[in-house]
């Protein structure tokens, strides 16, 4: 048999048994493995990020929030379809976990539910976008924003990290309109807080002057209250990468 062809359907997809003395066809299970490989493969997961679990995302170093914001997104994606929001906002400082949650939650969706889900960088879609604007580009608008648009599930990753303009504003509203009123679940991150969050943590010196609606503007901000449950991570919380950074130095030192 060719290499990498099913043993047990010879790669028809079907697999005959015998039930009540009558042979009956029943999917293989290769065909589901092959689908939910399609699917992680369309999803554009970077690979930093592919191992992310919600197994893997730990809780000694975390804070209520983060603890918090772990249980919220991984109830979402149990309950999944059967939600009462179409997607979440997870907003939070750097390294504290918000794409390795979000990523844990559009994998979970993948591998258990065959959701179809797309991971795009804020800034990675737009210059994806511009580019197909040029005049010898080697794709449209259109054939980036499709999926974009129709995807089951978008993770929209670092939104605000690029300032607005008013294309942007436009685009991005068509694209979350579109979605929104298509029923369609879209995951957010951002670094960027919401004033009552920033008040509160002002005495601990983390505060950021500029706010998330400021960043993105008010009219997308209040569009996202209705799509999305906001789930805030505590600017107090530390940074995973620096927790990392510490550990490894501590490790070479070891073996010195
Ligand atoms: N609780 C955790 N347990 C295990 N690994 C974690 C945890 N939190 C974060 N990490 C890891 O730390 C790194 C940084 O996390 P992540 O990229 O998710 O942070 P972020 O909040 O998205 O940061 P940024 O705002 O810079 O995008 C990743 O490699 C991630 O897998
Ligand atoms: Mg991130
Ligand atoms: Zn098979």
Same mark, same amino acid.
């Given at each position: ?30 065909? @589901? /493995?092959? &689908?939910?490989?399609? +699917?992680? =493969?369309?999803?554009?997961?970077? @690979? ?22 772990? =249980? ?27 794409? !390795? ?7 979970? +969706? ?19 976008? =511009?580019? /197909? ?16 648009? @129709? ?54 010196? !983390? ?21 999305? &449950?906001?789930? =805030?991570?505590?600017? /107090? ?13 501590? @490790? ?5």
């Amino acid at each position: 048999m060719a290499e990498g062809v099913c043993e047990f359907c010879r790669g028809t997809g079907w697999r005959l048994k015998e039930q009540n003395s009558i042979v009956v066809a029943e999917r293989c299970s290769c065909v @589901r /493995s092959r &689908e939910k490989v399609t +699917l992680v =493969q369309q999803a554009r997961i970077p @690979r930093r990020y592919e191992d992310c679990t919600f197994d893997n995302f730990l809780l000694p170093m975390c804070t209520d929030s983060q603890r918090v914001a772990k =249980q919220i997104v991984d109830c979402f994606v149990r309950s999944y379809p059967a939600v009462a929001t179409t997607g979440f906002l997870l907003m939070g400082p750097p390294g504290s976990g918000k794409t !390795h949650l979000a990523v844990a939650a559009i994998k979970f +969706l993948i591998q258990e539910k065959k959701v179809g889900c797309l991971f795009y960088d804020f800034r990675e879609l737009l210059k994806m976008l =511009q580019s /197909s604007y040029s005049k010898d580009a080697e794709f449209s608008e259109m054939s980036v924003l499709h999926p974009v648009l @129709r995807t089951e599930v978008l993770l929209l990753d670092e939104l605000g990290a690029k300032k607005m303009t008013p294309w942007l504003e436009d685009i991005l509203s068509y694209i979350l309109n579109y979605r929104y009123n298509e029923k369609l679940s879209t995951f957010i991150t951002t670094n960027w807080m919401d004033e009552e969050l920033l008040d509160t943590s002002r005495a601990s010196n !983390h505060a950021k002057e500029e706010t998330l609606d400021v960043r993105i503007g008010e009219r997308l901000r209040s569009r996202l209250y209705e799509m999305c &449950e906001t789930i =805030q991570i505590h600017p /107090s919380s530390l940074d995973y990468r620096k927790i990392l950074h510490a550990r490894n130095k501590t @490790r070479n030192l070891a073996g010195l």
